[in-house]
């Protein structure tokens, strides 16, 4: 009898303790009992988008507690890869620079959500070609939360004056070059320039990546050519702000854009709050301003254009991976999707319901959602390594074709050769 109690009194004691140990697996989650998670983040205390996404996720998921690990902007992948490398308990993280990506998944701290996309059902279609960038020796080890992408803008004011159709949202690159001749007129301050292309390498060479078949990493640019004989073409024809003056007068693509005299300007959505910003101040001397889809390569289907993406993974050293995933999964779906565009960020997961609240706040131009509705976004920067390096070395290229200081075959044979070098190839 002693040695049955003693017994029954040792298995009490050994499952009281593995209940408090969780089973010997991680912290349950909604469907158990409470647990807390903490997420890294940045710029928490000015954002207007962390209250409402926490709010909402709460609501949804009332046994789960979300801290927000606070880091500065500037400071934040540093800060992130020192606290994973020291073993930090974070369980979940927005990537700020998703290129950096394949480093935090080659040392192994990026948890597999394959199976967790499958038990859920999660259809990565839905990211507009921004989820398969994740898949990594085919796990899949974070998700698309948001992105901006490059659109057209264009001034109303201008085609109207010239009696020139606004801008459609399925025009060639060819196309867009004989609308900008067409809204092109006067000299001096009364200058009107059909087209404009910021100083940025990418105003040029993301044409080229376009088609999502090229990348910038490449070791041949052949694919860029077409490109930059329209630009220089354009410059020299009057088309385009010179590069030189953009260059030596310090001119920014918002004010460049904003004073006027700017007819058509690819550029990122994220300027779009700040032309209905600038607008509602009275800072602006543009009025009545449109948005297209961005101009596509011959062959390429309208709708494909080119971006970047902000990314949340899972820590895989955190022990409350199920927790971590829904709100992974609530923080890339479509209640993350609205909670962004409430406040002028661009989902990933961008379709007609999600875009409809950045569509419909006061100041945007008619017409917006349909210009928003793309159905690729190829990334302007792969998931490579050293593709800072090389994305270096093009901007140095880049300015010299657009000065004049090298021919266009010239730069892309420069570009080839440096490239290789610095791949190694």
């Known amino acids: 009898m002693n040695l049955k109690r003693t017994i029954l009194a040792f298995l009490l004691i050994a499952v009281t303790a593995f209940a408090f140990a969780g089973g010997g697996k991680e912290q349950s989650s909604a469907s158990g009992g409470p647990v807390s998670i903490k997420v890294a983040a940045w710029d928490v205390g000015t954002s207007n988008f962390y209250p409402p996404l926490l709010e909402e996720f709460k609501k949804a998921y009332p046994n789960i507690d ?3 690990l606070d880091n500065p902007s500037a400071d934040y992948t540093q800060k992130l890869t020192i606290m994973l490398n020291g073993g930090s308990d974070v369980d979940a993280f927005w990537i700020k620079d998703g290129d950096t990506t394949p ?4 040392r192994g701290q990026l948890a597999d959500l394959t199976a ?11 990211y507009n070609g921004l989820a398969e960038r994740f898949n990594m020796n085919g796990k899949t080890v974070a998700l698309p ?23 459609s949202n399925d025009m060639t690159w060819t196309e867009w070059e004989q609308l900008a001749g067409r809204v092109t007129s ?15 390498n990418a105003c040029v060479q993301n044409w080229g990546v376009q088609d999502g078949k090229n990348s910038i990493m490449a070791t041949d640019y052949s694919f860029f050519k077409p490109y930059y004989d329209m630009a220089v073409r354009m410059q020299k024809a009057g088309q385009l702000w010179d590069y030189g003056a953009l260059r030596s007068g310090g001119i920014a693509y918002g004010s460049a854009f904003l004073q006027g005299n700017v007819a058509m300007m690819p550029m990122g959505t994220w300027f779009i709050a700040t032309i209905v910003d600038r607008i509602s101040k009275g800072e602006a001397n543009i009025k009545n301003w449109g948005v297209a889809t961005l101009p596509h390569p011959q062959g390429v289907q309208a709708g494909w254009t080119v971006g970047s993406v902000t990314p949340i993974a899972i820590n895989q050293a955190s ?26 960020n661009f989902p990933a997961r961008a379709n007609s319901q999600t875009l409809a609240a950045i569509a419909n706040q006061p100041g945007m131009p008619q017409g917006i959602m349909d210009a928003l509705l793309v159905k690729n976004i190829s990334l302007d920067r792969p998931y490579q390594d050293k593709v800072a390096e090389v994305n270096q070395m093009l901007g140095e290229e880049h300015s010299l074709i657009m000065l ?22």
Do not use: C
């Open 186 to 200: 006067g000299s001096g301050t009364n200058k009107v320039y059909g087209g404009f292309f910021h100083t940025w």
């Open 145 to 167: 939360a948001r992105t901006d992408y490059y659109v057209l803008f264009y001034n109303k004011d201008i085609f109207d004056k010239a009696g020139v159709p606004y801008p």
């Open 103 to 106: 480093g935090l998944a080659g």
């Open 319 to 344: 022990k409350k991976k199920d927790a971590a995933w829904e709100f992974v999964k609530f923080a890339t779906g479509d209640a993350g999707a609205k909670l962004y565009a409430a406040v002028f």
């Open 404 to 425: 004049g200081e090298v021919t266009v075959d010239q730069g892309l044979a420069n570009m080839a050769k440096r490239s290789k070098e610095i791949q190694g190839k």
């Open 116 to 126: 967790y996309i499958q038990k859920d059902g999660i259809n990565l279609s839905d």
């Open 66 to 68: 979300v801290e927000l």
